[in-house]
């Protein structure tokens, strides 16, 4: 190895495992789950349904999708104990900390039913995970937002029932409206799994050391909540909101971007595999302007976004380095359009991912070739020198 070119710091040129899971053609901006294009399964699956195709490699028939979807429903409730732990965090907590925090809590209750090479303990906790994670998620945004907890409604649907934890109250009746429950289920489709991304790799890595479902997608979690992970649609929103504010134009602010003034970064913008426009953004924009229109919301946001966009891909700076919108680009300006606050928008990107980090998880533990996870590294420290005055 010669000096720092040989080292491959973000795995760039190192494929740490195989897998039959997803496929990504970066430079032609191709997605599939298990073989299917990612453009026809938004279209016409359900988040439920990818869930099992990712999970078991095929789509299922229909009474196994009633079946699964059924099971699911019959595992919303957290124990009344775990719901108390939501009152140790400050109500200041950012939702992804709650989240991680309250899965590695999860796992306590189940610590008699979480052998890793026990297939019927596996699939159990993938039930109780696809279950109780949209619960959780729902709780740490009443907790931000001081509201009282709903119980899972089961005569809902998956995305149907998630969106009544989030906005329900317990003073009235709530509609669920056909338009957002569309539009998210589109969304936590398109979020499903993405091959060995940062936070799918570290839920492998941790699971390649024997540790359970619960403490894998909890260290997936933290690893998403970075902003250049899942974090961008979080940190896009809040960059439109500060060029909006702050009355600059949209080309001075890509002037700054293009000098780098302060680090500045075009979130929701470039990509370590695309190099070219991410297929998720293509389907996320048609759905920002469907559900924006859907729902009688104008949001200057949005038009802010479509702006920058047509300045960059128009500008060789970016062109020449490839950088084209990525899924998290338009994603927050349509959940922002549902009511969630911005910080519930990584919560979202996680409900997404999780049958992706638990297929993937599950793929690893299987793999009788896996070994615990262990990188080189080329040392360029100290040689070997004496303690003062040790022989
Ligand atoms: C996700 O891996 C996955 O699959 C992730 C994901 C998934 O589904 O799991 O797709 C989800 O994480 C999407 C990415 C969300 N992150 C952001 O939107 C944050 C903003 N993007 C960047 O931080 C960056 O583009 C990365 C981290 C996403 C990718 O970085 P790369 O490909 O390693 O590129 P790089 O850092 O080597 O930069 C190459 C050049 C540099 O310029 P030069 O030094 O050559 O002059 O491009 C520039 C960078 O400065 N650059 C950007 C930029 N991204 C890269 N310049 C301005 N704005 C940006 N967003």
């Given at each position: ?8 710091y ?17 430079d ?55 719901k ?16 991680s ?15 890793p ?17 949209p ?14 907890f ?41 979020h ?6 940062a ?50 134009s ?116 299987n ?17 070997e ?7």
């Amino acid at each position: 190895l010669t000096g720092h070119t040989a080292l491959d710091y973000g795995f760039v040129n190192t494929s740490a495992t195989k897998s039959a899971i997803t496929y990504i053609d970066g430079d032609a901006g191709i997605l599939r789950y298990r073989g299917y294009p990612i453009e026809q399964l938004a279209k016409n699956s359900s988040y439920l349904e990818v869930a099992w195709l990712l999970l078991y490699g095929e789509l299922p028939s229909a009474g196994e999708l009633t079946d699964f979807d059924e099971r699911i429903r019959r595992h919303t409730l957290l124990h009344e104990d775990l719901k108390r732990f939501f009152s140790a965090l400050p109500h200041t907590a950012h939702p992804m900390s709650v989240l991680s925090s309250a899965v590695s809590a999860l796992s306590t209750y189940y610590e008699h039913q979480s052998d890793p090479h026990n297939p019927e303990h596996v699939e159990l906790n993938n039930i109780r995970m696809l279950a109780k994670l949209p619960v959780i998620a729902a709780y740490a945004h009443k907790k931000s937002v001081g509201q009282a907890f709903l119980y899972p409604d089961n005569s809902l649907s998956f995305v149907d029932n998630f969106l009544k934890l989030n906005f329900g109250v317990l003073s009235e009746e709530y509609q669920v409206s056909p338009v957002m429950s569309r539009a998210l289920e589109r969304l936590l489709i398109l979020h499903e799994d993405h091959e060995q991304n940062a936070s799918t790799s570290t839920v492998r890595l941790v699971g390649s050391t024997g540790a359970n479902q619960f403490s894998s997608i909890s260290a997936g979690i933290n690893a998403l909540y970075g902003p250049l992970h899942g974090g961008a649609n979080e940190a896009v929103l809040a960059m439109l909101a500060r060029i909006r504010d702050s009355g600059e134009s949209v080309q001075r602010f890509v002037e700054r971007v293009k000098n780098k003034e302060d680090g500045v970064k075009l979130m929701g913008f470039g990509h370590r595999v695309y190099k070219n426009y991410d297929p998720r953004a293509k389907l996320v924009k048609e759905s920002a302007d469907e559900v924006l229109t859907e729902l009688g919301i104008q949001d200057p946001l949005l038009d802010l976004a479509k702006q920058l966009e047509e300045i960059a891909l128009g500008d060789d700076y970016f062109m020449e380095r490839k950088l084209y919108p990525n899924v998290d680009f338009y994603t927050g300006v349509i959940y922002k359009a549902m009511g969630f606050p911005t910080r519930m928008f990584t919560v979202l990107f996680a409900i997404g991912r999780l049958p992706g980090w638990l297929a993937q998880w599950r793929e690893a533990v299987n793999d009788p070739q896996t070994k615990i996870g262990r990188p080189q590294q080329l040392y360029i420290g100290a040689a070997e020198r004496n303690y003062p005055g040790a022989q």
